[in-house]
């Protein structure tokens, strides 16, 4: 009896126990089903989908016209999991012939326990959406009994690669990029943190292994860098680049630049460098291409830095154009003699004549008409040994010895333009303020920027400085006009129907490895319309062995340059005379004669 009470108890409390059990399922289920059902829902989808990043594309680099120097273009870099293939050689066959790869490619890179191994670099992305639907449609096929014959493991990452389309045109100018997208040189580097964009993110649904086509979802789209847009016109810089490039190789030079400026606004409208390298093949370019010649290389200007020195004298009023000087041959200075190019006997020249046939001499007369402290402080204002104020990347502010460091043979030197360095842009520079009444525009390859919206934002206003006054720039070109004469040193730079102006320059070269003087720079620069300038170019060639004078080398290809522009910007002549300059006593004398005649003839005329 006992134990069939205790046999009861025992099915009870089994009863009991399993009710719990069945109650407690039946809660569990609950929780499940309906407490947690959105949880396990997100991890379920969460499974069956992933997230990606999207990139950004970089803000493209614009001519002033909107022209591409510089885009991004999408691009596919294809990947593989190697330990999630495990059939390399049946695999590779089908994957090969989509993707356009030699099969041992294909083979040789999904073989092995790499957990990322690139299949493809940079390809185009119609090539992924062929690939995911072939093998989605692949694995969709596969019985149960044939799953372990999945294909699977392959991923994309989405990129963009960097496009020049004009190739070598201004590649010293506006840079390339990095193969992880950042900018390496030029405007790409200077300008990275503005062009590049900001990343956003993406999902995709996986099925059978790989992700299915139309299934991408944004999360959070990506924002494409800002363009901006250069002052540069591109058919004014395909002219000045063939212009250099042939001046360069007919003279087997080292290397040549042109920069083609607004003297009023500072705007660069071409920058062209000879040789150059293609930015969209940098594997085997020599670094020396590179750089920015324009900017980062300096030399001493020779003649074209005369021009400073006449500036400062008629400025300071120890001279005036019509000054005579009793001009040598050669001068001694310093414990230094000081010579001019062709012997000659002692002339009698104007201050203009001395510009005209640039005589070191007589420059060097001209500068002593001025305390050393006064010289410096001019070549200062003109930007020597100071930034440009361009905001290109390596820009050197050139080399200019202080006042307490000249010797006895610095002053006369400085004074004919050597014992000094500048840029080709310095130089520019110069030029232009002498051609914009004596103001100096600090230049600019920026004209504004342009966000995703398409809106515009002009760059801000260049500044400005005062060097020498509107009088004295006016005298300087009236003067300057001369060099371009028949008389002058670069009658080859004279453009039929207009009036130019300008100078030339060959200077002795310094060499950094010998400490010495090897070679010369040849260069040309001058501005047009004379008497209303428009634009400056300055031509410069390094280091030529086909001649090396300025106004022989440089000069033609200033011509063809300056006259594309006059005529691609619709700048007509002005029509008016070029004034007559007396380079000698013998012109001062004959020209005051002619004055005195026709004073006499208009009061008997009265």
Sequence with gaps: MGDLLLSKSRIKILIIGVFMIFVLLALQLVRVQVIQASEYQSKAANEMESTRTTPAPRGEITDINGVAFARSVSAITIVVDQTQITDPARVANFVAPILGLPVEEVQGN????????????????????????????????????QLDKRIIGFFPERSFIREYPSGSLISSLVGFVRADGIGATGLESSLNSVITGTDGRYSFANGYGAEIPGSQREIVAAKAGTTVRLTIDRDVQWVAAKAIAEAVKSSRAASGTVIVMDPRTGEIVAHATAPT???????????NLMRNPSVQDVYEPGSTGKVMTLAAALEEKTVAPTTVFAVPYKLKRGGSTFKDHDKHPVQQLTTSGILAVSS????????????????????????????????????????????????????????????????????????????????????????????????????????????????????????????????????SAAIPGYRVAGKTGTAWRYNDKTGGYSGYTASFIGFAPADAP???????????HNGYYGGLLGGPVFKKVMTFVLQTKHVAPTGTKVMPVALNQKDLTRMKATQVSAEKSGAVRQ
């Design 110 to 145: 999904i073989t092995g326990t790499r957990r990322y191994s690139i299949v493809l670099k940079n390809g185009r992305p119609a090539q992924w959406d062929l690939l995911t639907k072939e093998i989605y449609e692949y694995n969709k096929a596969l019985t149960n009994e």
């Design 534 to 544: 428009r634009y400056v170019i300055n031509v410069t060639i390094q280091d030529p």
């Design 277 to 287: 390298f293609d930015p969209n093949n940098t594997k085997n370019v020599d670094l």
């Design 360 to 491: 070191n001499t007589g420059t060097i007369k001209i500068g002593e008409t001025l305390s050393n402290d006064k010289l410096y402080s001019y070549l200062n204002k003109f930007g020597v040994g100071v930034k440009t104020g361009s905001g290109l990347p390596g820009e050197s502010a050139g080399l200019m010895p202080k006042v307490k460091d000249w010797s006895g043979t610095t002053a006369p030197t400085v004074a004919f333009g050597q014992g000094y360095s500048v840029t080709a842009m310095q130089a520019t520079s110069v030029f232009a303020t002498i051609a914009n009444n004596g103001v100096r525009v600090s230049p600019t390859v920026i004209a504004g920027t342009q966000d995703a919206s398409g809106h515009f934002t002009p760059a801000a206003n260049r500044t400005t400085t005062r060097v020498v006054s509107e009088d004295t720039a006016r005298e300087l070109r009236l003067m300057l006009e001369s060099v371009v004469s028949p008389t002058g040193t670069a009658p």
